[in-house]
């Protein structure tokens, strides 16, 4: 079964703090992605990767930087965490396109800065 | 720009009932397309996708979505819905050109009364 993994399913931080999302997946997919999820909103992305070392800025990428060091790893930074970035954080991970089937995502990381 | 349109935001229906869901985007090259599905607590997984041929596609659990280009649209429908069916339902496009990236409407939540 495809895995995309989420270190966590929680978290709270305080305002101003460095905070990092780690994500994992074990499909050997070319494409990463970090999108949040709001009520309302729907899915909103942050960043994408589609290789090792390579990122692109997605539609709301202000307060957000990421990091692809290792094929199978994509990390989502929140330099100094806000209130308004209280939210659900969702990765996804795909093949590249003439041999994609669709995104696989992990389980969110529900993060609340208070 | 490019977006996706989920007309119905919350859609309530009672067991048996038939399900149609629409889904409009803005965008005059080829695309793909998806309906993704959240049962609550869930993470999101893949209903169906199109990417080219026989426009009525079938997906998971009786589901299936008919793509008719003419009116850019990829409406959900299922005949007979059941209560394991509440859930957050997504459309999202990808252009066939361009860059990786999904656009997602902003989801509808369907439940159903048992």
């Known amino acids: 079964d495809v895995k995309v993994t989420q270190s966590s399913r929680y978290l709270v931080k305080r305002t101003g703090e460095k905070v990092f999302l780690e994500c994992v997946q074990d499909m050997d997919h070319e494409n990463m992605f970090w999108y949040r999820q709001d009520p309302g909103l729907g899915l909103r992305l942050i960043y994408f990767s589609y290789d090792v070392k390579m990122k692109e800025k997605g539609d709301i990428p202000e307060g957000y930087s990421v990091s692809r060091e290792k094929k199978e790893r994509f990390s989502l930074i929140l330099e100094s965490a806000s209130t308004n970035q209280t939210s659900m954080y969702l990765c996804?991970?795909?093949?590249?396109?003439?041999?994609?089937?669709?995104?696989?995502f992990g389980s969110g990381t529900r993060l609340t800065v208070v | 720009a490019q977006s996706v349109s989920q007309h119905n935001h919350h859609v309530i229906l009672s067991e048996a009932a038939s399900l149609e869901l629409g889904c409009n985007y803005s965008y005059g090259g080829t695309v793909n397309l998806f309906w993704y599905v959240q049962y609550p607590g869930q993470h999101l997984q893949l209903l169906l996708k199109y990417f080219s041929g026989d426009p009525l596609v079938k997906g998971i659990k009786g589901f299936e979505a008919e793509f008719i280009k003419s009116k850019f649209s990829f409406n959900l429908r299922k005949p007979s819905v059941q209560w394991s069916d509440t859930a957050e339902y997504f459309c999202a496009v990808n252009p066939t050109s361009g860059t990786y990236k999904y656009i997602f409407g902003t989801g509808t939540r369907l439940k159903v009364l048992a």
């Open positions: 996804a991970s795909s093949f590249p396109k003439g041999r994609e089937e669709g995104y696989t």
